[in-house]
């Protein structure tokens, strides 16, 4: 024990006079948070809107009034006149406007006769988010102006309450599991996996070897030391980003140990994994050429970003088998969801797992000799 405990004091002590490695494994997903979570789901506003009014009709006033209200109040798009068709889908195509409403003529007219007269509606789709802003505000309008004055002694319509059961999830809290998941990933990833070739490649482990020390404490002691230092980037990560995000939940008692727990599960679970993939390379240049191919194969199919449930079968699969995938279940359901120990037992179980089996595999696989 006191030859493992010497590898990981030795480890840690290059850790921390390295203040440079130790900030720059933390600002990328620091960044990741800030930016990502301010430059993503925020609420569509300032879009243009085209108006073609071949009508200039009574219930064409109104339809204008009512996107004039939009403008003003919510603000998600403004109205600019058109006179023809042509120039605002032409406007629309190139870009120098979002969208184009036409009312047709006889507008008015076939209101009042009731024959279901139809506006078109020019949208760029090829930015969906925009697009289908839009196309919900003016879809409320219509409803508005569809509705009866007289409303008829029985219900025709079924009505939808919808209950959240959370308050109101901005694009950063959203985020912050990921960020926090990636962050021990790249800790593990710069502290472990490359500083772990980079001393094979310098001869530090040739100097191990002629101590008595085994390889199952070589083995423990570099991989405990990548652990801690994975887990301590996800405790600063957590407590810095659910200050940044607004969450107070982090300092509940329970909620504390709920995160102590599933940190230290994450941290055992990347570090197996990145040693049982490092465990024979010996070029230092390997582990910076995967960095990129790992972190696309596993953090995008872990559902942090798009749910998994709308993955065809094969990204699902790698899902299953992702540890990204129950690390950030499991910090969505505490710092989301406060679901407590119940909510994140398997994630826990999973993880704890994989860590474990993943430093089995990898410690018989561990060369001793150069």
Known sequence: MNRMFAIIEREMRRFFRSPTLMVMSLMMPLLMLVIMGNAFGGKIVGERVAVVDYDHGPEAVKLREAFGSIAVNIKTFTTIEYTSEVQAREDVRTGKIDAAVVIPAQYSRRVYAQEAPRIGLVVDNTDPFSSGSIEAEMQLVVTALTAPVIQPRLASQIALEIVELYPYVNYMKFLLPAVIAMSMYISVMIGGGMLYIDDKARGVHEGYLVTPITKLELVFGMNLAGAIKATLAGISLTVIGSLMAGLGIIFHPQVLVELL??????????????????????????????????????????????????????????????????????FKAIILKDGGFAAIQFDLLFLFVFGITTLLIATPLFKRTL
Do not use: E, K, Q
Not at 313 to 328: E, G, K
């Open 261 to 330: 727990c599933l940190i230290l599960a994450s941290s055992i679970a990347f570090n197996g994994m990145m040693f049982l993939l490092m465990v024979r390379v010996d070029d230092p240049l390997v582990p910076r050429a995967m960095f990129g191919v790992l972190n696309t194969l596993l953090f995008y199919p872990s559902g942090a970003m798009y749910p998994v449930a709308s993955f065809p079968a094969w990204l699902r699969a790698i899902a299953v088998v992702d540890p990204f995938t129950y690390v950030i279940h499991g």
